[in-house]
T-cell receptor, first 112, second 111 residues
Framework: SQTIHQWPATLVQPVGSPLSLECTVEGTSNPNLYWYRQAAGRGLQLLFYSVGIGQISSEVPQNLSASRPQDRQFILSSKKLLLSDSGFYLC???????????FGPGTRLTVL | KQEVTQIPAALSVPEGENLVLNCSFTDSAIYNLQWFRQDPGKGLTSLLLIQSSQREQTSGRLNASLDKSSGRSTLYIAASQPGDSATYLCAVSSGYSTLTFGKGTMLLVSP
């Protein structure tokens, strides 16, 4: 069976500091991978998706970047965090582009 | 641009009631529609996926319907239980690898 991991579970960072969130998937090969953000009072917003190693698509312009160094690893990064980067970050995977997406447990990021 | 709306935003019912959650979307050109459940502080759990060619899907006490032409979906929960308390999210797939989510309906089932 497939499992998806995210870490850390919670993170408190000062404004201007760097960020690295990691997501890994086990039990499948060549999954589609996604990063979402859920901010208070707003719906889930797709940030990035990847259909293969080194292939990243960005949905919205922002202070964040994503990388996929390995088939089942997806990393969300920032060089300098903003207050507006606070939120709940969710990683997800799917077999195909129109298949069910399976979500990880999330990372709660607070930028102070 | 696809927009997804969920009504009501919150719902409180006593245990045992049947209930309906509503989802509407603005662009009927979708691949599929999915219903998710989210417990506080947790990730999302997929409940049901309806392909654009389907009218409904059932899983246990849950039944989801899709009327693509009118841009509507409903999630029916039969014989609600306190364990059903969570936020229910509707999402539509209308492009390659993209899901557009509603803001959710927060459900509280009291014993």
């Amino acid at each position: 069976s497939q499992t998806i991991h995210q870490w850390p579970a919670t993170l408190v960072q000062p404004v201007g500091s760097p960020l690295s969130l990691e997501c890994t998937v086990e039990g499948t090969s060549n999954p589609n991978l996604y990063w979402y953000r859920q901010a208070a009072g707003r719906g889930l917003q797709l940030l990035f998706y990847s259909v293969g190693i080194g292939q990243i698509s960005s949905e919205v312009p922002q202070n964040l970047s994503a990388s996929r160094p390995q088939d089942r690893q997806f990393i969300l990064s920032s060089k300098k965090l903003l207050l507006s980067d606070s939120g709940f970050y969710l990683c997800a995977w799917s077999f195909g582009s129109t298949d069910t997406q399976y979500f990880g447990p999330g990372t709660r990021l607070t930028v102070l | 641009k696809q927009e997804v709306t969920q009504i009501p935003a919150a719902l409180s019912v006593p245990e045992g009631e049947n209930l309906v959650l509503n989802c509407s979307f603005t662009d009927s050109a979708i691949y599929n529609l999915q219903w998710f459940r989210q417990d506080p502080g947790k990730g999302l759990t997929s409940l049901l996926l309806i392909q654009s060619s389907q009218r409904e899907q059932t899983s246990g006490r849950l039944n989801a319907s899709l009327d693509k032409s009118s841009g509507r979906s409903t999630l029916y929960i039969a014989a609600s239980q306190p364990g059903d308390s969570a936020t229910y999210l509707c999402a539509v797939s209308s492009g390659y690898s993209t899901l557009t989510f509603g803001k959710g309906t927060m459900l509280l089932v009291s014993p």
